[in-house]
């Protein structure tokens, strides 16, 4: 009597190998994709989410945009502490002010890597320069949030 051994042919592994190929090809492009629409939906929501809270600040400020400090000055710098933390009507930080905080904290553009992804960075132009040197581009001529990244919801974002 011949015994057999317990094992795999050479064929069998190849077709096993070959049909988890097959699979990979058709999964991980979707799982990308998945991962990719995530980003751009994340992105999405920050921008609109800081633009109402933009247009809340200006309400609650009587018109003034986050770009001005209570001198009426241009501060780029300060529209982070003006947007997440409390100010009086006039736009000066204030532990005990009536007004804000308008974000429980600055959201990062996933698309922009490092620190840089919570920079704000503005002019007077209206469109940001899609430069990834900052996640966010502020316009002080239209008080508006842009996307500055070279790629990611920029359909939203002309």
């Not at 629409?37 to 945009?65: F, M, N």
């Not at 209570?70 to 930080?93: D, F």
Request: aromatic share 6%.
């Amino acid at each position: 009597m011949v015994t057999r051994r317990g094992g795999f042919t050479l064929v069998e592994v190849f077709i096993v190998v070959l049909i988890i190929g097959i699979l990979a090809m058709v999964v991980v492009p979707r799982v990308v994709t998945a991962a990719e629409q995530a980003k751009e939906s994340t992105l999405e929501t920050d921008l609109l989410t800081i633009r109402r809270a933009a247009e809340l600040y200006r309400a609650e400020h009587g018109g003034r945009l986050p770009h001005l400090d209570e001198g009426g000055n241009v501060s780029l710098a300060g529209i982070v502490w003006r947007m997440t933390l409390k100010t009086t009507a006039e736009g000066k930080l204030d532990d005990s002010g009536e007004c804000g905080p308008y974000l429980p904290e600055w959201p990062t553009n996933p698309y922009v890597p490092g620190p840089a992804g919570q920079q704000i960075k503005g002019a007077a132009a209206t469109s940001a320069p899609r430069d990834d040197s900052s996640g966010w581009y502020y316009s002080t001529t239209t008080g508006l949030f842009h996307v500055n990244s070279a790629r990611g919801a920029l359909e939203l974002d002309p």
